[in-house]
T-cell receptor, first 115, second 115 residues
Framework: AQKVTQAQTEISVVEKEDVTLDCVYETRDTTYYLFWYKQPPSGELVFLIRRNSFDEQNEISGRYSWNFQKSTSSFNFTITASQVVDSAVYFCALSRDNYGQNFVFGPGTRLSVLP | EAGVTQFPSHSVIEKGQTVTLRCDPISGHDNLYWYRRVMGKEIKFLLHFVKESKQDESGMPNNRFLAERTGGTYSTLKVQPAELEDSGVYFC?????????????FGQGTRLTVV
């Protein structure tokens, strides 16, 4: 069975600090996709990144970076120099396909960035 | 371009009543998904439409839930009769069938409270 664990329920940091959100997944599939979504106070889920199981290269996008480690089944997300606008709930998700069918979501991590 | 739109944003109904949630996907998106997050739990997959056809409804909790997508455009999710445990946030997502490696776009969700 597939499962996604986000062990951190809530994290609080002060603005400009770096913060890492952990994600550990379980799957028996050899081909799968990992995602991160952000849920701001407005409620919608905002796509951040997709990574397929064959691509272990880490990725950086501005202040965001992702570390994919197949050996430990982890897909961690780091925000550098956090800002108040980063405050949101962040979900890690696992899917067998790119289209979002049968997403398995983690429970989410609520990040609060304090001024 | 308009994103995925869900109506209503909030709904409070009494146990035993009927509620219909609506989702308008991004124009041209053939894939439409329903997910829900009940209190304190993970976001769970409910079902997947490809155009007007139900591709996968393995996540539907019971026969009190009925999803339709007549004409392959917007979709409705009816809960009849509603029970207390149906309270939660219902998300809709859509994606394109014709574009490879695309992500699913989520709406802002409908918060359903059954009292």
């Amino acid at each position: 069975a597939q499962k996604v664990t986000q062990a951190q329920t809530e994290i609080s940091v002060v603005e400009k600090e770096d913060v890492t959100l952990d994600c550990v997944y379980e799957t028996r599939d050899t081909t799968y996709y990992l995602f991160w979504y952000k849920q701001p106070p407005s409620g919608e889920l905002v796509f951040l990144i997709r990574r397929n199981s064959f691509d272990e290269q880490n990725e950086i996008s501005g202040r965001y970076s992702w570390n994919f480690q197949k050996s430990t089944s982890s897909f961690n997300f780091t925000i550098t120099a956090s800002q108040v606008v980063d405050s949101a709930v962040y979900f890690c998700a696992l899917s067998r396909d790119n289209y979002g069918q049968n997403f398995v979501f983690g429970p989410g991590t609520r990040l609060s960035v304090l001024p | 371009e308009a994103g995925v739109t869900q109506f209503p944003s909030h709904s409070v109904i009494e146990k035993g009543q009927t509620v219909t949630l609506r989702c308008d996907p991004i124009s041209g998106h053939d894939n439409l998904y329903w997910y829900r997050r009940v209190m304190g739990k993970e976001i769970k997959f409910l079902l997947h439409f490809v155009k007007e056809s139900k591709q996968d409804e393995s996540g539907m909790p019971n026969n009190r839930f009925l999803a339709e997508r007549t004409g392959g455009t917007y979709s409705t999710l009816k809960v009849q009769p509603a029970e207390l445990e149906d309270s939660g946030v219902y998300f809709c997502a859509s994606s394109s069938q014709s574009v490879l490696n695309t992500e699913a776009f989520f709406g802002q969700g409908t918060r359903l409270t059954v009292v």
